[in-house]
């Protein structure tokens, strides 16, 4: 009852902060005191970190759909409301389950646990390929990085290390006071994908981690195992998945004999100088086989569109994004608030809905809130591939925004100013108003606008850099700066304004 009663006043003082700003119009109204507000609310312990799913990222999902038809957004696509569905998926291992070896006429069968394990977002799928050796399967540009640039992928099954390049040294281009995103699971079977590759294998990194059998979070398998061992994945069309397992050392070291090289030499030399030593590995095919069961559980993004004014471009849209969860909390006093990441970006993405909605562009506009962001892209990724509210060949542009929330300085880092061939040149003039510094990244990373990217749409993501902070119970509200993130939020505007109204859209380049 008691945080019944603190959210709803925290929803009044938010009525009255709406209505008090109903009077400022397009750029006018990014101001720093609905920006305050709405962090308030968000990033609030009551939210309990905004963890995918729970009730409180459902009473986040209420709030900006509130708030969005507040300022008369419209629902957008076939939704009659402000809410785009989607299942997340609680996985058990199926049968069969299956991995063969086939070298020189003979057959190798290997064991699961023992030699093999499924991973939790595998495909319900048999396939049967040669084997490519593609060093961490990392494609990295903003590290002149890339495990796929010397080997043909399509067709086959790649097989990785874990984690990433020179974890150790602390001098790498990789080391930051975490693992990047490059080193997550999902984001090396997207990769894998995107080269074409129908399966991946992945074995521990043998120089930095003992290993023999290969990890197993599977608690049919385990004889005491939580129920919830098994990470939750997103119910995505079994055609936008491939094959993966991780297997053990019996199985890598079978796989890997051909090439005449060990596990720990081809590790080595990668990690000596951060070279390509990915190739083919002769005349071995593998043939896998993985079932799983999936247990169903609803979430939401949430959607919302400005449509356009003129009757020849408001077919297509410039589409806004954040994602609005976080990591969750371990009880009701270890919460992990998500100030900056991502109750900032959401904000952003409010505070540019209610300047939009007085003002009127040609092309239209179309406002998204993802969820679960933090456990692999699920919101954004299972928009672009198995269910876009507007077509991706309607999409002209999408920007993001994703830890905005802490400029120490005048500094904000964009990434994918290369892949819109008018970008520089807009934000450039978007800027000059603005007066903030503009750090360049060099690739595209790994957030919700990655997958957009992927489908060939011009993206900008936006950023106030990582910190201490990020995924700590002290990512809180009194460490961000509103007056920061209204300063991203008019650059954005301009920024937006200008790709909605200009005759042509952004032509994509890689």
């Keep these: 009852m008691k945080r019944a009663l603190k959210l709803f006043i925290l929803f009044l003082f938010w009525v009255v902060t709406a209505a008090a700003q109903t009077g400022k119009t397009g750029f006018e109204a990014v101001t720093a005191a609905a920006v305050k507000q709405q962090l308030a609310y968000l990033a609030s ?10 009730a409180e990222l459902d009473t986040c999902a209420r709030y900006i759909a509130d708030w969005f038809k507040a300022q008369g957004l419209e629902p957008a696509g076939a939704n009659t409301d402000y809410f785009h569905r989607f ?56 590290y002149d990085y ?68 290969p990890p197993n979070p599977w608690p049919s398998l385990l004889r005491n195992a939580p129920e919830d061992a098994v990470p939750l994945s997103f119910e995505e069309k079994m055609d936008n998945k491939i094959v993966a397992i991780r297997i053990g050392k019996k199985m890598a070291e079978a796989v890997i004999a051909p090439s005449g090289r060990t596990l720990s030499e081809l590790q080595s030399a990668i990690d000596a100088d951060l070279s390509n030593h990915s190739s083919d590995i002769p005349g071995i095919t593998l043939t896998i086989e993985t079932t799983l069961n999936y247990e169903r559980l609803p ?6 569109q400005l449509r356009g004014y003129d009757p020849d471009l408001s077919g297509d849209y410039v589409v ?33 809905a209610k300047a939009f909605s007085t003002v009127k562009t040609r092309r239209s506009l ?58 520089r040149d807009i934000i450039d003039r978007a800027n000059a108003e603005i007066g903030l510094q503009i750090i360049e990244r060099k690739s595209v990373s790994r957030s919700d606008h990655a997958p957009f990217h992927d489908r060939g749409i011009p993206v900008l ?50």
């Design 320 to 352: 806004i994004g954040a994602h609005y969860d976080h990591v969750g909390a371990l009880n009701d006093t270890t919460v992990f608030n998500g100030a900056d990441d991502n109750a900032s970006g959401t904000v952003g993405v409010m505070t540019l």
């Design 146 to 213: 890339d495990d796929y640039a010397t080997i043909d992928a399509k067709g086959k099954i790649v097989f990785i290390f874990t984690h990433e390049p020179q974890e150790n040294d602390t001098t790498s281009l990789f080391h930051t006071t975490r693992l990047s995103e490059h080193s997550k699971e999902e984001i090396k079977v997207m990769n894998a994908i995107k080269h074409g590759a129908v399966g991946m294998i992945m074995v521990t990194d043998p120089n930095n981690h003992r290993f023999r059998k």
């Design 87 to 142: 299942n997340l998926t609680r996985n058990t291992l199926g049968s069969p389950n299956s991995c063969t070896l086939q070298r020189d006429g003979a057959e190798q069968l290997f064991e699961i646990k023992d030699d093999f394990v499924p991973i939790s977002f595998t495909a319900n799928r048999k396939v049967s390929a040669p084997v490519v050796f593609a060093g961490y399967g990392i494609t990295a540009p903003e």
């Design 45 to 54: 312990d009551d939210m309990m970190g905004r963890d995918t799913p729970s």
């Design 366 to 423: 179309l406002f998204c809130t993802w969820a679960g962001e933090e456990k692999g892209l699920f919101g954004s990724r299972y928009y672009v591939n198995s269910d876009p509210v507007i077509p991706l060949e309607k999409t002209v542009a999408y920007f993001n925004m994703d830890m905005i929330g802490r400029m120490d300085s005048t500094e904000v880092r964009i990434s994918g100013i290369t892949s819109g061939d008018r970008f």
């Design 461 to 510: 993501g936006f950023d106030t850099d990582f910190h201490p902070d990020y995924h700590q119970t002290t990512d809180t509200i009194e460490k961000c700066s509103p007056e920061g993130i209204v300063r991203v939020c008019r650059l954005l505007y301009l920024i937006t304004r200008e790709v909605a109204d200009r005759d042509a859209a952004p032509v994509f380049q890689e």
């Design 299 to 304: 979430t939401q993004n949430v959607v919302g």
